[in-house]
């Protein structure tokens, strides 16, 4: 099988290397078989070309039909992915001819791309590969740092389709179940290709093609990889992959200036290192200030004590309960309201119906005419009845049985 | 212009202009240096030891983006103001990267001292943990809950009003 022609396809595509890992070029020739270079079925191949700037055309790389099932291990060809276009558009074009089994080389080159590779004993045969469900066993890649284990912790992946669907399971002794399910129409595409077309023989397959693999290994590694990687780290006793808490403090706190309270409170209670971070003054002075103002000199609150993260919580809640309070006394009308409306007036025992004290008594007998509605008789009709008193008058009947 | 290489911890050379090399404040030291002591006419070659191959090549993506020049020359105030809804859609893109990715970014930037994409990233952290409950995070992280009973009766006490709401809304 040769390399430039049968696998990249592809005569002219300028300075290239080939890798397994991405990072130590094979040696040989690039030009020349694949036996040669010592690659067998199952190995994921990266075509590395060295800059940093865009590739006219990316490569294209594809796989003879022959190689990619006949011995291998379950479900794993020998994928070639392009790290130049990676930036890009990342294309990849595979030997199967179906779309679940090519998402299924992806699944398997992105365990393989942070770091886990399959373990020997696994490959059980193509028997597995046809059928629905398959199983693989992957451990950690052995760092060079690191002395090896004796206990090689491992976790097993199980595939499994579901007619247009790939769903994987990823099982580790400690950490548990955790699964992703993943559309085969949402990732890859076929295309006649236009070099089969030529040739009758091959127009029968269209060609599949990846595309949007950035999101797709942004999906895996968030839900399957990321926890297996923890949980394998955590049992063989290396040091766990980056996260969050080793981060320098620094860096730490920087993010956690972007997140509001009640996300920084709740973090606070995640664990004992969090909430050494959570609970620092410089980033709940900010908060404190922005929600309540400076604090008076009489809350005794200093920076660097430790103490805005309980304050603002005190303050919260107490404002919360106001407000609650607020609301009850607006929404229930038993409890009196004291605001402005028709207050209860007590007509006074010696003056005549219609007069209620107050400044009436000493307003002439013209101006209480317009209280003459209320049938208390006591002048008529008055000659200054203006449009303020009339108002007045009007909101009162109410009233003018008591009276 | 001048080009600047760049090397990688693993020996894997990068050229770019030095305009977007300067964005980070490390290296516009470092060849400020450069510059004193070996003249104007040597290459310069920065190494880099605390930053990987791919990181690099992440960030120098950041930096060329944001030290082109706007094609659009028909006025000054319209190529800032288009050019910068460019940029913020283009960071939000720039951002879709897995989580380890974003982890090994904001080291590089914080070692490279490029203060736009540290905010960007740390950010791009924060959305990570925003709204997620306490369970939800040691989930997500992987974390152990490693407090003792009475410390987290303590501590859940404290924050009882951010928390209580919360599952108040999981009920809705």
Request: glycine fraction near 16%.
């Given at each position: 099988m040769h390399v430039q022609q049968d696998?990249?396809?592809?005569?002219?595509?300028?300075e290239y290397r080939l890798s397994l890992n991405k990072r130590d070029e094979l040696l040989g020739?690039?030009?020349?078989f694949l036996k040669d270079l010592g690659l067998c079925s199952g190995d994921l191949l990266w075509v590395m070309s060295d800059s940093?700037?865009?590739?006219?055309t990316p490569p294209q790389a594809s796989l003879p039909a022959?190689?990619?099932?006949?011995?291998?291990?379950?479900?794993?060809g020998v994928s070639v992915m392009d790290t130049a276009a990676e930036a890009q558009v990342p294309r990849m074009v595979f030997s199967t001819s179906s779309s679940v089994e090519a998402l299924r080389l992806l699944v398997h080159a992105a365990l393989l791309d942070s770091g886990l590779e399959p373990l020997e004993?696994?490959?059980?045969?193509?028997?597995?590969?046809?059928?629905d469900v398959s199983e693989l066993q992957y451990v950690l890649r052995a760092s060079p740092g690191h002395e090896t284990a004796a206990h090689r912790a491992a976790c097993s992946i199980k595939y499994v389709n579901f007619s247009t669907n790939l769903v994987v399971w990823g099982t580790t002794a400690s950490k548990g179940t955790c699964h992703i399910s993943i559309a085969a129409a949402d990732y890859i595409y076929s295309q006649l290709d236009s070099r089969d077309q030529?040739?009758?023989?091959?127009?029968?397959q269209p060609t599949l093609y990846a595309k949007d693999i950035s999101n797709l290994h942004m999906r895996l590694k968030d839900c399957l990889i990321h926890p297996i990687l923890i949980a394998l780290c955590a049992e063989e006793g290396?040091?766990?992959?980056?996260?969050f808490l080793l981060l320098p403090t620094e860096i730490k706190l920087l993010c956690l200036r972007h997140l509001q309270a009640r996300d920084l409170a709740a973090l606070a209670c995640v664990s004992r290192d969090m909430r050494c971070v959570a609970c620092s003054d410089t980033v709940w002075e900010p908060l404190f200030v922005a929600e309540f103002g400076a604090p008076s000199p009489a809350d005794g609150l200093r920076p660097g004590t430790g103490a805005f993260m309980p304050a603002f919580g005190a303050r919260w809640a107490e404002r919360e309960r106001r407000r609650r309070q607020r609301r009850r006394m607006l929404q229930d009308p038993r409890l009196p309201y004291p605001g402005s409306g028709p207050h209860l007036v007590v007509p006074h025992?010696?003056?005549?119906?219609?007069?209620?004290?107050g400044d009436y008594d000493r307003l002439p007998q013209p101006f209480l005419g317009f209280s003459g509605s209320r049938g208390s008789?006591?002048?008529?009709?008055?000659?200054?009845?203006g449009p303020g008193f009339g108002f007045s008058a009007s909101r009162r009947p109410r009233w003018s049985g008591l009276s | 212009m001048r080009t600047v290489i760049l090397r990688s911890s693993d020996g894997a050379d990068h050229i770019v202009s030095s305009e977007a090399a300067s964005l980070s404040r490390t290296v516009q030291s470092l060849l400020e240096e450069l510059e004193a002591k070996e003249g104007e006419e040597s290459p310069l070659i920065v190494p880099?030891?605390?930053?990987c191959d791919c990181t690099l090549r992440k960030v120098l993506q950041y930096c060329i983006q944001h030290t082109e020049p706007g094609?659009?020359?028909?006025?000054r105030i319209h190529v800032s103001e288009t050019r910068r809804r460019d940029l913020e859609v283009w960071d939000r893109n720039y951002m879709l990267v897995s989580t380890d990715e974003l982890y090994h970014l904001v080291m590089a930037a914080h070692y490279l001292n490029v203060p736009g994409l540290l905010e960007l990233c740390c950010e791009g952290i924060a959305n990570l943990i925003r709204g997620k409950s306490p369970q939800h995070v040691r989930q997500h992280f992987g974390l152990?809950?490693?407090?003792e009973k009475a410390e987290e009766e303590d501590i859940r006490r404290t924050n009882l009003w951010a928390l209580v709401d919360e599952k108040e809304l999981a009920k809705k």
């Open positions: 696998v990249l396809k592809a005569e002219s595509i300028g020739d690039p030009g020349s940093t700037k865009a590739v006219p022959g190689l990619s099932t006949s011995d291998a291990s379950p479900g794993v004993t696994a490959r059980n045969g193509g028997a597995a590969a046809a059928s030529s040739l009758p023989e091959s127009v029968s290396r040091s766990p992959p980056p996260s025992p010696y003056y005549p119906s219609g007069i209620v004290g008789g006591s002048g008529g009709s008055g000659l200054f009845r | 880099l030891p605390n930053v094609t659009n020359l028909t006025g152990v809950n490693n407090f």
